[in-house]
């Protein structure tokens, strides 16, 4: 049996040890073996049972005492099925097992036989026996009414006074110096922080790639671009937003490695940057080939300065430039791009001739002609209606996208034997609706597609949005749904469509999305990465009687209830409680929430509920500073944002010294 998320090699550990793995993968609802295993290893915990670690019969006596402590706890079913964690579990989650023949646990599951290091658990998550090795003993540590510590210890975290913060806050800076692994993370989590001071950033990206993500002030910008160190210049250049075109060319110009100038060239093109004409004539110039090429890509490339480049001595920077210079060239020149003695310069030169002039079969069978021309170029009936007929498949999807395509030979496509070249003829802009819907298409509406064009450029005209509201394809209708504003009756029928997307889509984008609608698709949906609040945060989202909603059996309903403007604290507090780890997670996210609740729902069984619960202000200091010196939760507890302004001082003054300290 494979053992999810922990590979092989886990699931060999347990077969060794005698142990039947019972269920592989899943969450189990009781609390992460993380915050259980404290109990046994904590500097506070004392050893139920300890055996000495020269014993001759140490591996039996541990095995022994283990099983007779966990028979009296509870921790072994009426069924001996019991959860276990390991050294050595990657899973990073509870095994539920059962004991086979010739079960051995202290002999196996450990760093070597006879010093074990496990946790095992009873299913409900009330009690607890660990093994842990000692320099001289090997402990056993039992533990019952797990639930009933785990209250009284979130109450007691929650009842800190100010004097109690301030310890707590002091103490994350005393003892052991942070490791290079902590710094890392605290450096993660900082810039990630929305709190995170800005002038703070500019001083993490050493060690964080997230830092540059912010918008950092034009002195620190101008002293990033210009660090000693390549790889924070390219990194800047890369990420950093809002860099200006006098700052591009700083760090262009100012680079004296030739490769390194072609990357910094490259990445502005990327980014659509517009350059200063005489920036862009001094890269038209520059005496490496590589940097000419990508100079011609750069966004807003001056006519003449293109037209220098498509005369290149250089075949890879003419075929760079042809596309930008082609506007400009007189015939003369455009005749010399045709006629090149590169084959790519011919082939694109080609292409942009024929945008306005017919391209026969004849040119396009024995020239440097590529299938990508059918897409874009003015054909002869020739050369479209035998591609049509008798192209390849790359050729006939080209043509399918043709614009300029006869309508003849649109229905001859809109019949072809592939499924895909009937798809995108079906998604045509100069279709009648009739057309539309007689053109048999398979739609997969688990597939994700981007909006149609040119619907989108249709989105400000409320009588084509009308007519494409009611076409038999669903990605013109989803397309229709992305548009902000929408005449009422289109709204109307948007929001009862039968694919369901349409609705979210319209959840998403559209002001007038109704009410109703809004709220059916909260009961399936959770937010996207590009629309995350959405539908709840959508302005006509219903926010009255939602309490109502409090007992309600779907637990996607039940959460509505914390939105209701009169919802309570009390209510924060009953639904952190919750059977569902949705309600839970809702819940951990509300402003209202307790500090005993977040402490409480710190050690919940689901990863996204704690790490909610991490990032709570409320959170109280004694545990996120533990946070802070955890390997696992160093930089969701840096992220969260009730850190102290001068903490987060504190913390970079310990980054910045170690980056000094190894330099």
């Excluded at 110009?253 to 980014?271: F, N, Q």
């Excluded at 007519?467 to 929408?486: D, N, Q, Y």
């Excluded at 009687?545 to 919802?567: Q, T, V």
Aim: aromatic share 4%.
């Amino acid at each position: 049996m494979g053992f999810t998320g922990g590979g092989d090699e886990s699931a060999e550990l347990l077969e060794r040890a005698g142990l039947s793995i019972v269920r592989d993968g899943g969450i189990e609802e009781v609390p992460p073996p993380s915050a259980v295993r404290r109990h046994v290893v904590a500097w506070e915990a004392e050893p139920t049972v300890a055996v000495a670690a020269d014993r001759p019969d140490l591996v039996a006596e541990v095995n022994a005492q283990w099983h007779r402590l966990a028979s009296e706890a509870g921790v072994l079913g009426e069924d001996g099925v019991f959860l276990i964690d390991f050294a050595g579990n990657r899973s990073g989650r509870w095994v539920r097992v059962r004991l086979a023949d010739g079960w051995d646990l202290a002999g196996v599951l450990g760093e070597r036989s006879g010093q074990p290091e496990f946790v095992t658990l009873s299913l409900d998550g009330g009690a607890l026996v660990g093994a842990t090795t000692e320099e001289y003993d090997v402990w056993l540590v039992a533990v019952d009414r797990l639930r009933e510590r785990q209250e009284e210890a979130a109450r007691a975290a929650a009842e800190e006074t100010p004097e109690d913060r301030a310890a707590a806050w002091e103490a994350l800076f005393s003892g052991p110096r942070p490791t290079e692994r902590l710094l890392d993370a605290w450096a993660r989590g900082l810039s990630l922080n929305s709190a995170t001071p800005a002038e703070l950033c500019p001083l993490l990206v050493e060690r964080s790639d997230y830092a540059m993500y912010r918008s950092m002030p034009t002195e620190a910008v101008d002293a990033l671009l210009a660090h000693p160190d390549w790889r924070i210049r390219k990194r800047t250049a890369d990420e950093q937003p809002g860099i200006t075109p006098e700052q591009w060319a700083r760090v262009i110009l100012g680079e004296p490695d030739a490769g390194r100038r072609g990357i910094l060239v490259l990445l502005a093109a990327e980014r659509r940057t517009e350059l200063s004409e005489d920036t862009c004539r001094r890269l038209a110039a520059d005496p490496d080939r590589r940097i000419r090429a990508e100079a011609a890509r750069l966004k807003g490339l001056p006519g003449a300065v293109a037209v220098e480049l498509a005369g290149d001595p250089d075949g890879g920077v003419r075929y760079a430039a042809c596309e930008a210079a082609w506007p400009h060239l007189d015939a003369s020149a455009r005749e010399a791009l045709m006629t090149d003695s590169e084959t790519k310069v011919r082939a694109v030169a080609l292409r942009l001739h024929h945008r306005e002039h017919p391209l026969s079969r004849s040119v396009y069978e024995t020239g440097p002609v590529q299938p990508r021309a059918l897409e874009s170029c003015l054909l002869e009936r020739d050369l479209a209606a035998h591609m049509a007929r008798h192209g390849q498949y790359g050729e006939r999807r080209s043509l399918a996208r043709n614009p300029r395509l006869d309508a003849d030979l649109v229905a001859l496509l809109g019949d072809d034997p592939d499924a895909d070249i009937r798809f995108l003829v079906s998604t045509r802009h100069d279709l009648t609706e009739e057309q539309r819907a007689g053109i048999r298409i398979d739609f997969d509406p688990e597939v994700h597609h981007f909006p149609l064009d040119w619907v989108v450029a249709l989105h400000h005209d409320h009588d084509a949005m009308r007519r494409l509201a009611a076409s038999s394809h669903p990605l013109v209708r989803r397309s229709v749904a992305r548009a902000r504003r929408l005449p009422p009756d289109v709204v109307e029928r948007l929001a009862r469509d039968e694919d369901r997307v349409v609705q979210l889509f319209l959840a998403e984008s559209c002001d007038d999305a109704p009410a109703d609608m809004l709220l059916r698709v909260a009961q399936w949906w959770t937010g996207s990465p590009t629309s995350p609040d959405r539908p709840h945060s959508h302005p006509n989202f219903p926010r009255e009687n939602l309490l109502r909603y409090a007992d309600d059996p779907d637990p996607r309903m039940r959460r509505l209830a914390l939105d209701a403007p009169e919802s309570t604290p009390e209510l924060v507090e009953r639904l952190s409680r919750d059977p569902s780890d949705e309600v839970r997670y809702r819940a951990a996210a509300d402003p209202r929430l307790s500090p005993a609740a977040a402490a409480r729902l710190l050690e919940d069984p689901h990863d996204d509920v704690r790490h909610c619960a991490a990032l709570h202000p409320n959170l109280p200091v004694r545990l996120l500073t533990r946070l802070l010196r955890s390997a696992d939760g160093a930089e969701t507890g840096a992220r969260n944002p009730a850190l102290p302004v001068e903490v987060m001082h504190r913390m970079v003054e310990r980054i910045r010294g170690a980056a000094k300290d190894e330099g």
